[in-house]
């Protein structure tokens, strides 16, 4: 039971390149979430998916996309990364409603140039 | 609007001491509150939970955290710091009902002196 896992570990870069953020539970979860981390400001949410084929914006999602592909994966993409986009990614899921407890992945450290 | 207020982004005790995290949040309707606790290089993990049933919530590894409706307080303690409780701990509140969003504090990073 490897709960969530997240690809890749560390990426780097340049502005303007895309990129797609892979996450994967094996735990039966409905919800996924992508947040990202910035020192100083705690957690920002920035994609969920309440159930397999449904996704909504969180606080904080100008310039990225996601996809539910099916219960086990969600992902994100950056189509054209900018600096701003520099941060540390977290996938996180729940069995179902959002203020349940959340099961996060390692996260992915993304570092745009 | 939902939130929640960490005091202190750095605390530091010595080994063997009391471990006092505080919290304050902001919520119209009744919470869910939680603690999550962040090692270097990991995502983040329960600590606990409040979701309206006992105020005084015990979690993992001995810490505990007590819901105070009258001060929207809901600190995070430990008796005793051991070296292994270095990390960034994470306050957040959810509104309960419904399909409601989580909103996490800044984090506190807490260091342990040997």
């Known amino acids: 039971n490897a709960g969530v896992t997240q690809t890749p570990k560390f990426q780097v870069l340049k502005t303007g390149q895309s990129m797609t953020l892979q996450c994967a539970q094996d735990m039966n979860h409905n919800s996924m979430y992508w947040y990202r981390q910035d020192p100083g400001m705690g957690l920002r949410l920035i994609y969920y998916s309440a159930s397999e084929g449904t996704t909504d914006k969180g606080e904080v999602p100008n310039g990225y996309n996601v996809s539910r592909l099916n219960k086990r994966e969600f992902s994100l993409r950056l189509e054209s990364a900018a600096p701003s986009q520099t941060s540390v990614y977290f996938c996180?899921?729940?069995?179902?409603?959002?203020?349940?407890?959340?099961?996060f992945g390692p996260g992915t450290r993304l570092l745009v140039l | 609007a939902q939130s929640v207020t960490q005091l202190g982004s750095h605390v530091s005790v010595s080994e063997g001491a009391l471990v006092l995290l505080r919290c304050n949040y902001s919520?119209?309707?009744?919470?869910?509150l939680f603690w999550y606790v962040q090692y270097p290089n990991q995502g983040l993990q329960l600590l606990l939970k409040y979701t309206s049933a006992a105020t005084l919530v015990k979690g993992i590894n001995g810490f505990e955290a007590e819901f105070k409706k009258s001060e929207t307080s809901f600190h995070l303690t430990k008796p005793s710091a051991h070296m292994s409780d270095a990390a960034e701990y994470f306050c957040?509140?959810?509104?309960?009902?419904?399909?409601?969003?989580?909103?996490f504090g800044t984090g506190t990073k807490l260091q342990v002196i040997p």
């Open positions: 919520s119209s309707v009744p919470p869910y």
């Open positions: 957040a509140v959810s509104r309960s009902g419904g399909y409601q969003k989580v909103t």
């Open positions: 996180a899921s729940s069995a179902t409603a959002i203020q349940e407890t959340q099961y």
